[in-house]
């Protein structure tokens, strides 16, 4: 899977920006699509998915104030990330699963990373 991410920067907290992630494969079609960070010293977390049929699901952490979407058409997930703090800073990874004949393949698809930081 070939993956193109952009939006991430330096924001004050409080701030805004939107990541968005661009998966490509010649494997079946690209299914589901989730954005995890990692922050130093931290273990990758999960941020938010959005199932295959578009269910979405958020950490807590994130609730209310990021939003995952995905166009489709483009195989393009975004999120939108509002009332940023200082605890938001990590590098932001995209993930994208494989779904070959109707069935799921393989989740491990993993963007290059775009860097967040959130200034207090």
């Known amino acids: 899977v070939e993956f193109v991410e952009s939006g991430g920067g330096l924001v004050q907290a409080g701030g805004s920006l939107r990541l968005s992630c661009t998966a490509s494969?010649?494997?079946?079609?690209?299914?589901?699509m989730a954005w995890y960070r990692q922050a130093p010293g931290n273990q990758r977390e999960l941020v938010a998915v959005?199932?295959?049929?578009?269910?979405?699901r958020y950490a807590d952490s994130v609730k209310g104030r990021f939003t995952i979407s995905k166009d489709s058409a483009k195989d393009t997930v975004y999120l939108q990330m509002n009332n940023l703090r200082s605890e938001d800073t990590a590098v932001y990874y995209c993930?994208?699963?494989?779904?070959?004949?109707?069935?799921?393949?393989?989740?491990?698809?993993w963007g290059q990373g775009t860097q967040v930081t959130v200034s207090a």
């Open positions: 993930n994208a699963g494989v779904i070959q004949l109707g069935r799921p393949v393989d989740y491990d698809n």
């Open positions: 494969t010649s494997r079946g079609r690209i299914g589901p």
């Open positions: 959005r199932a295959d049929g578009g269910a979405t």
